[in-house]
């Protein structure tokens, strides 16, 4: 947890928390005033300074609770939107493997509110604990000049009740978080295409310039509890009565009473919220250790961006989902092949790309980059039908961070065959790809994807098999694009249509889950 409380901007929490305690001491001088003016020697002149004093303390806990409700919300909002960009990049750092295997929409829902509840254990710190023990140390010494045993009392008394709601909030409260985050979710949930178009640093700094779209909801609205507070009006009623035994003046009493009814605005409130505070917190710790158990074997990933020639030797891969293996004795990669791997579906050509691109963990054999077993990952571009596309503009989708002008995108667009598709988006390149609003069928997605890999300008390219998505046009469209734009770069196509071929002068065969060289075509 530590490691995340450091990353946080304390200048800002230190002055929230600051402005918090100002106010509630404010209050709680006004009680105490009371107590110092209203007694025995209380004279008309001490009654003016008392109002004097209350004027001055009233004051400046409107002051300050104006300058805390300035700043509170942006410094919240600063907290939270932090603590989500640190576990964004501790998801960065997943072995691709494991991320590629993990659930990413139940990975999402712990990161919105493990987000959620640090935010509101910082708030509850700042605006319930600290003032409550300040709160409770000051009624603790002003009722032990009455009664030590009632102040004793007072506080056995506390921490039953607090036991008593600990367990009642516990079994029947329902936890109630409000994070908003629609980026963020939408970036875990489709975080594989992040990771095989090695897009992280874009992601990063997308969610970082999408911060004032978050919004967080820290609830203080919790339920009614009639015992709880009936049992506080009883333990009240009895401190009062015992002032008329303990003092004969009733202006002394007058003055104990008003410090009593000041003072007790304020406990009740922040004695009812202690709770649910606490249990926030222990939450809070809970959550982390889900999300730390995902994240103990992270390792921050070398990339590899050149290369002369890639190995894949003595390969050997065991499937999970089928009792079979992927073998592949020798693959080589010059710098600007073209190849493309030829099979029937269910192969293993697939699996095959996934390795290269980190995906699949290796069960036996190396993969080689320039003689070098390889450490780390290679910057690739892994294009495949499954890739998603994010809840950016269209424009955003295809360039990635990237700079490329409208009419190259809007030429590509044409190229690909979407000018149709395009022409019926509401706002062109403006248009947001919320699949939830935008249809966008499998064709659609794969000719999207062609287009932002080419945007993405990478060294290798990974082109997965599109199955039977692409109809005899398209696939000529797509061939087209990969001939044209890719001709100087390195890429591995696999298919099990031959109109690949043409496009490709080194070929292999896939049979019986073993990859096979075939003769190189001139």
């Excluded at 110092?36 to 209350?54: A, G, P, Q, R, W």
């Excluded at 993990?102 to 254990?121: A, D, G, I, P, Y």
């Excluded at 008394?157 to 009642?168: G, Q, T």
Aim: hydrophobic share 45%; with cysteine; proline share 1%.
């Amino acid at each position: 947890m530590k490691d995340i409380i450091n990353k946080l901007n304390k200048k800002s929490i230190e002055k929230v928390f600051l402005l918090k305690l100002l106010i509630n001491i404010f209050w709680f001088g006004i009680a105490i005033l009371f107590i110092l003016f209203v007694n025995e020697d209380t004279t008309k002149s001490s009654l003016i300074f008392l109002s004097f004093m209350l004027i001055i303390f009233f004051a400046g806990r409107l002051f300050t609770k104006k300058k805390y409700n300035s700043i509170k919300n942006d410094t919240y909002y600063d907290i939270k939107h932090e603590i989500e960009l640190f576990l964004f990049k501790r998801i960065g750092d997943i072995k691709r493997n494991k991320i590629y295997e993990t659930n990413k929409e139940e990975l999402s829902r712990k990161v919105l509110q493990f987000t959620f509840n640090l935010t509101k254990m910082i708030y509850d710190i700042e605006s319930v604990i600290i003032p409550l023990c300040v709160s409770y140390i000051i009624i603790f010494i002003v009722t032990a000049k009455i009664s030590v045993i009632f102040a004793i009392l007072l506080t056995i008394m506390i921490i039953v009740l607090c036991v008593f709601r600990y367990n009642n909030i516990i079994s029947n409260d329902s936890d109630s978080w409000v994070n908003y985050n629609d980026l963020l979710k939408d970036f875990i949930y489709k975080f594989n295409t992040i990771k095989k178009l090695n897009i992280f640093d874009y992601c990063y700094k997308k969610l970082d310039e999408n911060k004032d779209s978050n919004l967080v909801v820290l609830r203080e609205d919790y339920n009614e509890d009639t015992f709880f507070y009936n049992a506080l009006y009883i333990y009240g009623f009895i401190i009062l009565s015992s002032l008329f035994i303990r003092f004969d003046s009733f202006i002394v009493i007058l003055g104990y009473m008003c410090f009593y009814a000041i003072m007790a605005i304020k406990f009740r409130g922040l004695i009812y919220k202690l709770v649910p505070s606490i249990k926030n917190i222990l939450n809070t710790y809970s959550n982390y250790d889900e999300l730390e158990n995902i994240f103990k074997d992270n390792e921050e990933t070398k990339m590899i961006s050149s290369f002369k020639n890639i190995t894949l030797k003595n390969m050997l891969y065991e499937c999970s989902d089928t009792p079979c293996s992927i073998r592949v004795d020798n693959l080589e990669i010059e710098k600007g092949d073209e190849i493309i791997i030829m099979g029937k579906p269910g192969q293993g050509k697939s699996t095959i790309l996934n390795i290269l691109s980190g995906m699949y963990e290796l069960s036996t054999g190396s993969i080689n980059v320039d003689g070098e077993e390889l450490k780390g990952c290679i910057d690739l571009a892994h294009i495949s039908f499954n890739d998603q596309v994010f809840n950016l503009t269209l424009r955003e989708n295809l360039t990635l961070g990237m700079k490329v002008s409208d009419e190259v995108i809007l030429q590509y667009i044409d190229e690909v065959g979407l000018s149709e598709w395009f022409g019926l988006l509401g706002n062109g390149l403006d248009t947001v790809l919320d699949q939830k609003y935008i249809e966008i069928n499998e064709e659609e997605l794969i000719k999207l994807n062609i287009i932002r890999g080419i945007v993405l300008d990478k060294n290798l390219y990974l082109i997965d098999d599109f199955g039977e998505y692409l109809d005899i046009d398209s696939e000529k469209k797509v061939a087209e694009m990969i001939k044209k734009y890719l001709r100087k770069k390195t890429f591995i196509i696999v298919a099990h249509k031959p109109i690949f071929t043409t496009i490709c002068k080194k070929h292999y065969f896939i049979k019986n889950h073993t990859l096979l060289e075939k003769e190189t075509l001139l």
